[in-house]
Protein backbone atom coordinates (compact mmCIF):
# COMPACT_ATOMS: atom_id res chain seq x y z
CA UNK A 1 0.00 0.00 0.00
CA UNK A 2 1.47 3.72 -1.15
CA UNK A 3 1.68 6.02 1.93
CA UNK A 4 -0.37 8.36 -0.31
CA UNK A 5 -3.24 7.53 -2.70
CA UNK A 6 -4.36 9.88 -5.39
CA UNK A 7 -7.04 8.66 -8.15
CA UNK A 8 -5.18 9.89 -10.95
CA UNK A 9 -8.48 10.44 -13.61
CA UNK A 10 -8.59 12.13 -16.08
CA UNK A 11 -11.24 14.48 -14.24
CA UNK A 12 -12.88 16.06 -17.39
CA UNK A 13 -15.68 18.80 -16.21
CA UNK A 14 -17.10 22.03 -17.82
CA UNK A 15 -16.33 25.49 -17.15
CA UNK A 16 -17.79 27.07 -14.29
CA UNK A 17 -17.96 23.44 -12.11
CA UNK A 18 -17.11 22.64 -8.90
CA UNK A 19 -14.34 20.43 -9.13
CA UNK A 20 -13.44 18.00 -5.88
CA UNK A 21 -10.03 16.66 -5.82
CA UNK A 22 -8.75 14.12 -2.88
CA UNK A 23 -6.00 12.01 -1.67
CA UNK A 24 -5.98 9.34 1.26
CA UNK A 25 -2.97 8.75 2.94
CA UNK A 26 -1.77 6.07 5.39
CA UNK A 27 1.16 7.76 8.07
CA UNK A 28 -0.05 9.39 10.73
CA UNK A 29 2.73 11.47 11.19
CA UNK A 30 1.97 13.55 8.71
CA UNK A 31 1.86 17.04 9.50
CA UNK A 32 1.74 19.04 6.73
CA UNK A 33 -0.54 19.03 3.64
CA UNK A 34 0.09 20.64 0.79
CA UNK A 35 -1.78 21.14 -3.02
CA UNK A 36 0.60 21.76 -5.91
CA UNK A 37 -0.71 22.37 -9.81
CA UNK A 38 1.69 20.89 -12.67
CA UNK A 39 0.86 21.93 -15.80
CA UNK A 40 2.66 19.97 -18.52
CA UNK A 41 6.25 19.87 -19.07
CA UNK A 42 6.37 22.67 -15.89
CA UNK A 43 7.76 22.09 -12.21
CA UNK A 44 5.03 21.87 -9.87
CA UNK A 45 3.92 25.24 -8.22
CA UNK A 46 2.77 25.67 -4.54
CA UNK A 47 -1.04 25.95 -4.63
CA UNK A 48 -2.39 25.49 -0.91
CA UNK A 49 -0.20 24.40 2.25
CA UNK A 50 -2.14 23.57 5.81
CA UNK A 51 -0.38 22.41 8.92
CA UNK A 52 -2.72 19.85 10.99
CA UNK A 53 -6.40 19.46 10.18
CA UNK A 54 -9.08 22.14 9.14
CA UNK A 55 -10.11 23.78 6.06
CA UNK A 56 -8.56 27.23 4.68
CA UNK A 57 -9.17 29.36 1.99
CA UNK A 58 -7.52 31.04 -0.86
CA UNK A 59 -9.68 32.92 -3.65
CA UNK A 60 -11.43 30.00 -5.72
CA UNK A 61 -9.42 27.45 -3.56
CA UNK A 62 -10.60 25.23 -0.71
CA UNK A 63 -8.51 23.02 1.23
CA UNK A 64 -9.55 20.84 4.05
CA UNK A 65 -7.47 18.41 6.40
CA UNK A 66 -9.60 15.87 8.18
CA UNK A 67 -6.20 13.40 10.02
CA UNK A 68 -8.78 11.52 11.58
CA UNK A 69 -10.11 9.82 8.61
CA UNK A 70 -6.39 10.33 7.10
CA UNK A 71 -8.20 12.12 4.39
CA UNK A 72 -7.59 15.49 2.23
CA UNK A 73 -9.04 17.26 -0.27
CA UNK A 74 -9.34 20.50 -2.54
CA UNK A 75 -12.25 22.51 -3.82
CA UNK A 76 -11.65 24.73 -7.20
CA UNK A 77 -14.73 26.52 -7.41
CA UNK A 78 -16.11 28.13 -10.70
CA UNK A 79 -13.45 26.65 -12.49
CA UNK A 80 -11.81 27.71 -15.64
CA UNK A 81 -9.80 26.04 -19.09
CA UNK A 82 -6.42 27.68 -17.31
CA UNK A 83 -7.14 25.38 -14.35
CA UNK A 84 -6.23 22.18 -16.83
CA UNK A 85 -3.26 20.96 -15.39
CA UNK A 86 -1.99 17.91 -13.00
CA UNK A 87 -3.26 18.44 -9.66
CA UNK A 88 -0.28 17.11 -6.62
CA UNK A 89 -1.31 16.48 -3.34
CA UNK A 90 2.02 16.16 -0.85
CA UNK A 91 2.22 16.14 2.75
CA UNK A 92 5.24 15.76 5.06
CA UNK A 93 5.78 15.17 8.52
CA UNK A 94 8.06 17.99 9.07
CA UNK A 95 11.49 18.64 7.41
CA UNK A 96 11.94 18.25 3.84
CA UNK A 97 10.80 14.61 2.56
CA UNK A 98 7.10 14.67 0.92
CA UNK A 99 5.55 12.27 -0.24
CA UNK A 100 3.65 12.90 -3.39
CA UNK A 101 0.48 11.51 -4.66
CA UNK A 102 0.39 10.38 -8.27
CA UNK A 103 -1.23 13.37 -9.30
CA UNK A 104 -5.39 14.10 -11.12
CA UNK A 105 -5.28 15.47 -14.37
CA UNK A 106 -7.77 18.18 -14.71
CA UNK A 107 -9.55 19.16 -17.29
CA UNK A 108 -12.06 22.24 -17.44
CA UNK A 109 -13.79 22.12 -20.86
CA UNK A 110 -15.10 26.07 -22.28
CA UNK B 1 13.53 37.71 -7.18
CA UNK B 2 15.04 34.52 -9.39
CA UNK B 3 13.13 31.16 -8.12
CA UNK B 4 14.74 27.74 -8.71
CA UNK B 5 16.89 27.27 -11.52
CA UNK B 6 17.95 24.12 -13.13
CA UNK B 7 20.18 23.09 -15.79
CA UNK B 8 20.46 21.34 -18.41
CA UNK B 9 16.44 21.60 -19.64
CA UNK B 10 16.63 18.15 -21.65
CA UNK B 11 19.46 15.62 -22.19
CA UNK B 12 19.95 12.60 -23.57
CA UNK B 13 22.10 9.83 -22.43
CA UNK B 14 23.05 6.39 -23.21
CA UNK B 15 22.83 3.03 -21.12
CA UNK B 16 25.77 2.90 -18.79
CA UNK B 17 26.59 6.41 -18.93
CA UNK B 18 26.69 9.08 -15.94
CA UNK B 19 25.10 12.79 -15.62
CA UNK B 20 25.50 15.79 -13.67
CA UNK B 21 22.45 17.79 -13.20
CA UNK B 22 22.46 21.33 -11.33
CA UNK B 23 20.36 23.70 -9.34
CA UNK B 24 20.67 26.98 -8.28
CA UNK B 25 17.92 27.84 -4.65
CA UNK B 26 15.39 30.46 -4.34
CA UNK B 27 17.08 33.54 -3.46
CA UNK B 28 17.22 33.19 0.39
CA UNK B 29 16.98 29.35 0.34
CA UNK B 30 19.41 27.02 1.86
CA UNK B 31 17.88 23.67 1.22
CA UNK B 32 17.87 21.68 -1.75
CA UNK B 33 15.90 18.59 -2.48
CA UNK B 34 15.63 16.35 -5.41
CA UNK B 35 12.93 14.74 -6.93
CA UNK B 36 12.36 12.29 -9.95
CA UNK B 37 9.02 12.25 -11.21
CA UNK B 38 8.61 9.29 -14.04
CA UNK B 39 5.73 9.87 -17.12
CA UNK B 40 2.13 9.69 -15.15
CA UNK B 41 3.28 9.48 -11.99
CA UNK B 42 4.06 11.82 -8.62
CA UNK B 43 7.97 13.41 -7.43
CA UNK B 44 9.72 10.57 -5.72
CA UNK B 45 11.98 12.22 -2.64
CA UNK B 46 15.69 11.69 -4.00
CA UNK B 47 18.02 13.56 -1.15
CA UNK B 48 17.88 16.65 0.58
CA UNK B 49 21.03 18.53 1.13
CA UNK B 50 21.44 21.48 3.91
CA UNK B 51 24.90 23.26 4.91
CA UNK B 52 26.67 20.79 2.27
CA UNK B 53 25.87 17.75 3.93
CA UNK B 54 22.86 14.72 2.37
CA UNK B 55 20.99 15.12 5.68
CA UNK B 56 17.24 12.63 4.08
CA UNK B 57 17.40 10.34 1.38
CA UNK B 58 14.85 8.32 0.02
CA UNK B 59 14.98 5.43 -1.44
CA UNK B 60 17.04 5.22 -4.37
CA UNK B 61 20.79 3.58 -4.75
CA UNK B 62 23.61 4.52 -4.64
CA UNK B 63 24.26 5.34 -7.89
CA UNK B 64 22.41 8.41 -6.68
CA UNK B 65 24.61 10.93 -5.06
CA UNK B 66 24.39 15.20 -4.90
CA UNK B 67 26.79 17.57 -3.64
CA UNK B 68 25.73 21.40 -2.23
CA UNK B 69 28.32 24.05 -2.79
CA UNK B 70 28.73 26.95 -0.22
CA UNK B 71 26.36 29.23 -2.40
CA UNK B 72 23.63 26.39 -1.55
CA UNK B 73 23.76 25.55 -5.16
CA UNK B 74 23.31 21.66 -5.92
CA UNK B 75 24.20 18.68 -8.12
CA UNK B 76 22.89 15.46 -8.84
CA UNK B 77 24.83 12.81 -10.08
CA UNK B 78 23.66 9.58 -11.55
CA UNK B 79 26.05 6.72 -12.28
CA UNK B 80 25.59 3.57 -14.56
CA UNK B 81 22.44 5.02 -16.32
CA UNK B 82 19.80 2.52 -16.46
CA UNK B 83 16.72 2.93 -19.09
CA UNK B 84 14.68 2.81 -15.64
CA UNK B 85 15.98 6.24 -14.94
CA UNK B 86 14.53 7.86 -17.74
CA UNK B 87 12.41 10.99 -16.12
CA UNK B 88 11.89 14.72 -15.18
CA UNK B 89 14.74 15.37 -12.27
CA UNK B 90 12.80 18.14 -10.11
CA UNK B 91 15.38 20.37 -7.95
CA UNK B 92 13.10 21.87 -5.31
CA UNK B 93 14.27 24.88 -2.47
CA UNK B 94 13.03 25.70 0.86
CA UNK B 95 14.51 27.77 4.21
CA UNK B 96 15.23 26.23 7.13
CA UNK B 97 11.88 25.99 8.42
CA UNK B 98 10.14 22.75 8.65
CA UNK B 99 7.47 23.97 6.90
CA UNK B 100 7.31 21.36 4.11
CA UNK B 101 6.91 24.27 1.59
CA UNK B 102 8.75 23.40 -1.59
CA UNK B 103 9.92 25.92 -4.43
CA UNK B 104 10.31 23.78 -7.81
CA UNK B 105 11.91 24.44 -10.94
CA UNK B 106 11.31 23.37 -14.10
CA UNK B 107 12.98 20.28 -14.14
CA UNK B 108 15.68 18.60 -16.16
CA UNK B 109 14.37 16.09 -18.80
CA UNK B 110 16.75 12.91 -18.68
CA UNK B 111 16.10 10.19 -21.57
CA UNK B 112 18.30 7.06 -21.59
CA UNK B 113 18.58 5.27 -24.54
Known amino acids: QKEVEQDPGPLSVPEGAIVSLNCTYS??????FMWYRQYSRKGPELLMY????GNKEDGRFTAQVDKSSKYISLFIRDSQPSDSATYLC??????????FGAGTRLFVKA | DAGVTQSPTHLIKTRGQQVTLRCSPK?????VSWYQQALGQGPQFIFQ???????QRGNFPDRFSGHQFPNYSSELNVNALLLGDSALYLC????????????FGEGSRLTVL
Open chain 2, 92 to 103: ASGDRAPTGELF
Open chain 1, 27 to 32: NSAFQY
Open chain 1, 50 to 53: TYSS
Open chain 1, 90 to 99: AMSPGGFKTI
Open chain 2, 27 to 31: SGHDT
Open chain 2, 49 to 55: YYEEEER
